[in-house]
């Protein structure tokens, strides 16, 4: 049974997140159902996930691939750190997930002259700007795009990016545009957009951006979450039934 406060439990594994700024929610769930891991890397899959949270994207991942993965989940914030941890412990997946805390720039500078890079870089990462106002410190830095911007983001990831990787982050819609056109800016990447909307009357409230090096071409795709009665449409099913305990 899930209790939403504590955490959620999913078909493979549970996710508690009473320690962590940012819960469980839709956004991470999407991103770590979507993202491409059935490119033909070599085995295992290296992924960086940034700002981890409660590490439930990188357990996601490791399921779909079945644990034959390598991952690093770096977060600023300590109790997220340490609860992510305890949730990938618990998992089946204990040895294919190394949490760090670290800021990612700091991670970047520390992997400059290595010369392993990552295959998959995934992030939810923070989306509102300075000025809004919350309670709590660790959720205002969690949410809070001032300790690292989206651009920024972009640009440590291109560094740690194997050449044939791939980048995959979940935004709120305009923040999504605003990066495509940052991307689009920066040249040589070929993106992939999936506008997300909540019902089909809603306008688009999210954004999966996919980016990878390329020709520069933007592919825009869509999906909708729930079908006008109310039910999990066939396209969010089939991102996401794989997890869910009643689909």
């Given amino acids: 049974m899930n209790d939403k406060n504590n955490g959620f439990s999913f078909k493979q594994f549970h996710v508690s997140h009473a320690d962590c700024a940012m819960k469980v929610g839709t956004d991470g769930i999407l991103l770590g159902g979507w993202a491409d891991v059935t490119t033909a890397f070599t085995a295992p899959l290296t992924v960086l996930d940034i700002g981890t949270g409660t590490g439930l994207i990188s357990l996601m991942l490791a399921q779909r691939c079945q644990g034959n993965i390598q991952a690093v989940a770096i977060d600023i914030d300590v109790s997220a750190c340490q609860q992510a941890k305890n949730n990938i412990d618990n998992s089946p997946w204990s040895s294919s997930i190394a949490v760090k805390h670290v800021a990612l720039q700091a991670f970047t500078r520390a992997c400059k002259d290595e010369p392993a890079k990552f295959d998959l870089i995934v992030s939810n990462p923070p ?28 640009d440590c990831a291109l560094q740690l990016l194997a050449p044939n990787g791939r980048i995959a982050l979940v935004l709120p819609y305009t923040s999504g545009c605003e990066l495509v056109s940052y991307c689009q ?16 009357q809603k306008p688009y409230k999210r954004m999966l951006i996919n980016i990878q090096r390329g020709d520069g071409d933007l592919e825009k795709q869509s999906l909708t979450i729930h079908d006008p009665d109310g039910r999990y449409s066939n396209d969010y099913q089939r991102i996401t039934k794989e997890f869910y305990l009643k689909m």
């Fill in 185 to 200: 800016q920066l040249g040589d990447l070929q993106i992939t957009c999936l506008n997300i909307k909540t019902t089909p």
């Fill in 127 to 154: 989306y509102f700007v300075h000025g809004q106002d919350f309670v709590d410190d660790a959720r205002q830095i969690a949410r809070h795009t001032g300790s690292l911007t989206h651009q920024e983001l972009v």
